[in-house]
């Protein structure tokens, strides 16, 4: 188990596949600035509850990136999403109620439209919420900025990053349809392998 809590960034995200086009980039934009995603879905054990799983990452984790954008619902009937704003409340209850241990933690809470969260957790007003409006390359923008806000130094600019992340995907695809990859193979990979996969590019292709 990774115990780095220093560059440890735990993602509390939406799982669908829509949401696949902003996770990825945000994967690549922790891994390339030096840090280490961490995420539920980052093993498979059947026989240890989810929760557990998040807990552990949070206590392990300096850094948290919480997405809201699906906590509305979109359509008639259709539940509203609570995962996100139940694992954001945990990440700030280690902070507030373990200050001793964790007051150093850093929170970033995302948004798909500026002050949309407001109508559903109105607690969190006056709190500095960032919108993404579903772009990778607005995320890209908001987590580079944030990092830099909490004491990196050296970043490149959204742009770039967003540029080589252009750069990766469109290699990454390419070598893993000609490795005998599928679409299907490719949009279910397990987050560690494509996290490698992201590691092993930087390396030929670093800062």
Excluded at 164 to 176: C, L, Y
Aim: net charge neutral; aromatic share 14%; proline share 5%.
């Amino acid at each position: 188990m990774n115990n780095d809590y220093e560059k440890n960034v735990f993602i509390n995200c939406p799982f669908d596949e829509e949401y696949l086009s902003l996770l990825r980039p945000i994967l690549f934009t922790i891994i390339y600035l030096g840090f280490i995603p961490r995420i539920s879905l980052e093993s498979f054990d059947s026989g240890e509850p989810r929760f557990n799983k998040v807990c552990k990452i949070i206590e392990q984790s300096k850094y948290g990136i919480h997405d809201l954008s699906r906590i509305k619902a979109r359509k008639k009937g259709e539940y509203f999403r609570f995962n996100m704003p139940f694992e954001l409340g945990l990440d700030i209850g280690c902070r507030i109620f373990q200050k001793e241990k964790y007051s150093d933690k850093k929170h970033l809470i995302l948004e798909k439209e500026k002050y949309g969260y407001q109508a559903a957790i109105s607690d969190l007003s006056n709190s500095d919420i960032k919108s993404h409006k579903n772009d990778p390359m607005i995320a890209i923008r908001q987590i580079r900025n944030w990092f830099v806000a909490n004491g990196l130094r050296g970043a490149p600019s959204g742009k770039v990053i967003w540029y080589k992340f252009t750069d990766f995907i469109t290699d990454f695809h390419k070598k893993r349809e000609a490795e005998g990859f599928e679409e299907d193979d490719i949009y279910e990979m397990p987050i560690p392998e494509y996290n490698d996969f992201i590691n092993d590019w930087i390396k030929v292709n670093p800062l």
